[in-house]
T-cell receptor, first 112, second 111 residues
Framework: DTEVTQTPKHLVMGMTNKKSLKCEQH?????MYWYKQKAKKPPELMFV???????INESVPSRFSPECPNSSLLNLHLHALQPEDSALYLC???????????FGPGTRLTVL | DQQVKQNSPSLSVQEGRISILNCDYT??????FLWYKKYPAEGPTFLIS?????DKNEDGRFTVFLNKSAKHLSLHIVPSQPGDSAVYFC??????????FGAGTRLTVKP
């Protein structure tokens, strides 16, 4: 089983809303990731949790806030987003950092 | 800082022929290389990988070649099928570190 699940599949939100993206994996992987992907661009790493310890990408704005409740779950809390934050948000996991990364189906986010 | 480069944004191939997708990298510390396939509105799907101690890895119709001296890897698909039409991303990592992705090559296999 190499499945990473994400909810919701689609999300439309206004610039004043607060929402959360959720991700789950049951492969026993100890590294989990949030990526952002814009059209015709590669996935861009936002955050990594390795053994439930956060590594932050310094260029990610504070309106994105990750949370790792346990080794199987990963959330991304969204607040006061901008229209340019509209993108496909991908959750992923790997056995450890640097090995094969398995992606979820993504959440298509639209910020109005 | 583009450490992984895919210089061909698109490739069109006839069904049954070979598809060759290319990737170059600049960081000589990379020791693990991967190819992912992505359909529209889906997450990338892992296809095949190769570690730096090998120069070839084969899985069915897919073969990845690594030329460390040239810092170049390629993905060969033979025979190509219409269902192979997708965007292919090359990726590279240092074990224990971040994975870097190329910009992708859109492959179209024509029936």
């Amino acid at each position: 089983d190499t499945e990473v699940t994400q909810t919701p599949k689609h999300l439309v939100m206004g610039m004043t809303n607060k929402k959360s993206l959720k991700c789950e994996q049951h492969m026993g992987h100890r590294a989990m990731y949030w990526y952002k992907q814009k059209a015709k661009k590669p996935p861009e790493l936002m955050f990594v949790y390795s053994y439930e310890k956060l590594s932050i990408n310094e260029s990610v704005p504070s309106r994105f806030s990750p949370e790792c409740p346990n080794s199987s779950l990963l959330n991304l809390h969204l607040h006061a987003l901008q229209p340019e934050d509209s993108a496909l948000y991908l959750c992923a996991s790997s056995q450890t950092e640097g090995l094969v990364v398995y992606f979820g189906p993504g959440t298509r986010l639209t910020v109005l | 800082d583009q450490q992984v480069k895919q210089n061909s944004p698109s490739l069109s191939v006839q069904e049954g022929r070979i598809s060759i997708l290319n990737c170059d990298y600049t960081n000589s510390m990379f020791d693990y290389f991967l190819w992912y396939k992505k359909y529209p509105a889906e997450g990338p799907t892992f296809l095949i990988s190769i570690s730096s101690i090998k120069d070839k890895n084969e899985d069915g119709r897919f073969t990845v070649f690594l030329n460390k001296s040239a810092k170049h890897l390629s993905l060969h698909i033979v025979p190509s099928q219409p269902g192979d039409s997708a965007v292919y991303f090359c990726a590279a990592s240092v074990l224990g570190g971040d994975m870097r992705f190329g910009a992708g090559t859109r492959l179209t296999v024509k029936p």
